[in-house]
């Protein structure tokens, strides 16, 4: 028997995205853009450039798989 568990992908991904952008906020009061985003890389196990991209608010499509 299979039994499928949820993993909420897009909600924590967006919960995440969130979480960057109100750190990056706080950060740049104290630190260059730069730093905040190196920073933030290293912390969120992120490429510096997909911080960019979620502070930035370029985002793309969700790659989780649609449900059934």
């Given at each position: 028997?299979?039994?499928?568990?949820?993993?909420?992908?897009?909600?924590?991904?967006?919960?995440?995205d969130?979480q960057?952008?109100?750190?990056?906020?706080?950060?740049?009061?104290?630190?260059?853009?730069r730093?905040?985003?190196?920073?933030?890389?290293?912390?969120?196990?992120?490429?510096?450039?997909?911080?960019?991209?979620?502070?930035?608010?370029?985002?793309?499509?969700?790659?989780?798989?649609?449900?059934?």
């Amino acid at each position: 028997m299979n039994m499928y568990i949820p993993r909420c992908t897009i909600a924590m991904n967006a919960l995440r995205d969130r979480q960057i952008i109100e750190d990056f906020d706080e950060m740049i009061q104290e630190m260059s853009t730069r730093e905040a985003f190196n920073q933030l890389a290293r912390r969120y196990h992120r490429s510096v450039v997909a911080i960019k991209n979620t502070v930035n608010g370029k985002v793309h499509p969700s790659r989780a798989k649609p449900r059934p």
